[in-house]
């Protein structure tokens, strides 16, 4: 039997999860020469909210932290997660921001890029595994995992089987919401396993409290490599502890090989830090308590909690129960989208506004609107006539690939910037963020414009 491999998720899914993404790049770069030297598959270090952190909340170059990280880190792969066409932002980009970003992405030291799209519209990554292969990435695609009519284990297979037939290099079953039931886990993975020799990684929360019991499944089925989070950022909304899943499967067959010591000494690093986070309230203990309505009610911990503040701040705390009802109701009318980002809080908003305006669909939100009319892509099944005419009227839905009504944008980003722009990557990140990033860029050059605020700006590629 093939060991069983793991990806450390601290860095970005397990401090997402616990500490809204707030570890600082100094926190994390004393440990990583030994976090290098624990024999890790890979470590997830970016994404989207690490990257929109960063520049709102730490005034950090997310560029920068990728490159110090890899600085530091020689054996280990680093890994990230894509949301297909819209990278790490919330909208659509154009093919050439796609491959920009992706090129620029690796050459600043991804080595494996995971991609997604939460409706499971494989042209919305198209233009991803496209670029991912011409640069040299690892390119692993990732199903968005849900339950419904329609997502049944077949669907899955012809799914994997046209992942494959793209190209990717490996496949991960992404179950953002913890759904994915230990028993369910291990007959899909056995099923995957049977029609493709790519290898499988699971993803999963702890959240509903069986994360732990799929992991196992998952191996027993043959799973390749899972991801989990070491102890001080794990459980709750994160992932499973690292030390203590090395050690499950320490003596058997599957022996993931971690040096424990090292794993120590990575934890003993971490715990005053996660305990620091835990006093500043940054990391509320509500998170790291296991809520099995996610079960029940098949919605990601995430979309639960944004959904008791949405209804604390209108007063209606009363209407939870009433709005938890109306979520799976207003999936079927949308044709079963997945429940990640952006269609959790898109679908989560439209049941709120459905309970608390007491008239389905009397308030739409422009994001519903744009879904239905395709511009996120295809539904998982058709949406009915009837719940298409209520939302966007008598207005024609475009049934081709979002991006290809969007022209190169690059060059015209890039000029809207103007001086700001510095580098490839500062255009980039403007394109994602662009609310957020002249602010964050003006900070970042203030001391080159206090010198001299007259001097010609150079355009440099710091990556050359
Ligand atoms: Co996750």
Redo the contacts with the bound molecule.
């Keep these: 039997m093939k060991k069983l491999r793991i990806t450390e998720t601290a860095l970005r899914?397990g401090h997402q999860s616990l500490i809204a993404t707030r570890l600082k790049t100094e926190e994390i770069l004393p440990i990583l020469k030994t976090i290098d030297e624990v024999g890790y598959y890979s470590l997830e270090v970016w994404g989207g909210a690490t990257f929109d952190a960063c520049i709102r909340f730490l005034n950090e170059d997310p560029w920068e932290r990728l490159r110090l990280i890899r600085k530091n880190v020689k054996n280990t792969k680093l890994q990230m997660l894509l949301r297909g066409q819209n990278l790490l932002g919330y909208r659509n980009y154009a093919d050439d921001i796609v491959d920009k970003f992706i090129k620029l992405s690796i050459e600043n030291g991804i080595d494996i890029i995971r991609v997604f799209d939460a409706l499971n519209d494989v042209r919305n990554l198209e233009a991803s595994i496209k670029a991912i292969k011409k640069y040299n990435g690892h390119c692993q695609c990732a199903i968005s995992y849900t339950t419904s009519e329609v997502h049944t284990t077949e669907y899955y297979l012809n799914l994997i089987k046209t992942m494959e037939n793209m190209g990717t290099d490996s496949i991960c079953i992404k179950d953002?919401a913890g759904v994915l039931m230990p028993y369910e886990a291990y007959d899909l993975i056995k099923k995957i396993k049977s029609i493709t020799n790519l290898d499988v990684q699971l993803?999963t929360?702890c959240t509903s409290g069986i994360a732990d019991m799929i992991y196992m499944k998952a191996v027993e089925a043959g799973v390749d490599i899972i991801d989990t989070a070491i102890s001080p950022f794990s459980g709750g909304t994160s992932q499973p502890p690292t030390e203590s899943l090395a050690l499950t499967f320490a003596g058997m067959d599957r022996n993931p090989c971690l040096n424990t010591q090292k794993l120590l000494e990575v934890a003993e690093y971490l715990k005053p830090i996660r305990d620091k986070y835990m006093k500043e309230n940054i990391l509320n203990p509500k998170v790291l308590l296991t809520e099995p309505q996610t079960l029940k009610y098949k919605v990601p911990g995430g979309m639960l909690s944004n959904l008791l503040s949405q209804l604390n701040s209108q007063n209606a705390l009363d209407k939870y129960e009433y709005v938890l009802r109306e979520v799976p109701k207003v999936r079927a009318d949308l044709g079963y989208p997945p429940l990640v980002t952006p269609m959790s809080q898109m679908v989560g908003t439209q049941a709120l506004f459905n309970v608390i305006s007491g008239e389905r669909y009397k308030l739409i939100p422009k994001e519903i609107k744009d879904y239905v009319r395709g511009n996120y892509g295809k539904s998982p099944t058709k949406i009915s006539e009837d719940i298409k005419e209520k939302i966007i009227g008598d207005e024609e839905a475009i049934d081709i690939r979002p991006a290809d009504l969007i022209e190169p944008e690059f060059e015209k980003i890039k000029k809207e910037l103007g001086y700001l722009a510095k580098c490839d990557e500062d255009v980039l990140t403007y394109a994602l963020f662009p609310q957020v990033a002249p602010k964050f860029l003006k900070e970042k050059y203030k001391e080159c414009e206090n010198k001299n605020e007259t001097e010609e700006v150079i355009y440099i590629n710091l990556t050359m």
Excluded: A, P, Y
């Design positions: 899914d953002m993803h929360h």
